[in-house]
């Protein structure tokens, strides 16, 4: 039996055998690659191709950051002065007295002396009352701060 097959066939046979399984191997660890180098585009379950990711960023409404920051005042002295005054804020207790609250800020104001007559006492009042309510100190109203004003000219 075994004279009937010469060297030429044996080879030949072992050969294709050969040539099959590394195509077997190549297929099992390289079938994306493949597949790219056929120009066939693999699409798998649970994952977005990048050309949609592309279309859907191209699609997005473009946003704009200066939106977020926080917006530069004519006055670096006015800008001071209102993170000053919400630090002393959040130091503050949220059971403080008027009295302590209305001499507090006495002093802070009494720190910036060219706010005083300025054309911004209308956003400074507001700061004052917004950052008062946001650090719990709800007892103060528009008068007290007029007051202050007053006590301050």
């Known amino acids: 039996m075994l004279n009937t097959i ?18 077997l191997i190549a297929w099992l660890y390289y079938k994306k690659e493949i597949l790219h180098l056929l120009g066939i585009t693999v699409i798998e379950p649970g994952v977005i ?3 949609s990711l592309q279309q ?37 207790e ?24 300025t054309s911004h006492r209308t956003r400074i009042n507001q700061v004052i009352l917004s950052a008062a309510n946001h650090s719990g100190i709800s007892n103060l109203d528009e008068e007290d701060i007029e007051a202050i004003w007053r006590q301050v000219d």
């Open 49 to 51: 191709p990048a050309s």
């Open 94 to 117: 949220n059971g403080a007295s008027k009295e302590q609250t209305i001499s507090g800020l006495l002093l802070v104001l009494n720190k910036y002396p060219t706010l005083h007559h």
């Open 56 to 92: 859907f960023n191209s699609n997005l409404k473009k946003e704009n950051t200066s939106d977020y920051l926080p917006k530069p005042t004519n006055e670096p002295l006015l800008q001071s002065f209102i993170d000053e005054l919400t630090a002393w804020f959040e130091a503050q």
């Open 6 to 23: 010469s060297w030429k066939e044996y080879l030949s046979v072992l050969t294709f055998f050969i040539v099959c399984y590394y195509i």
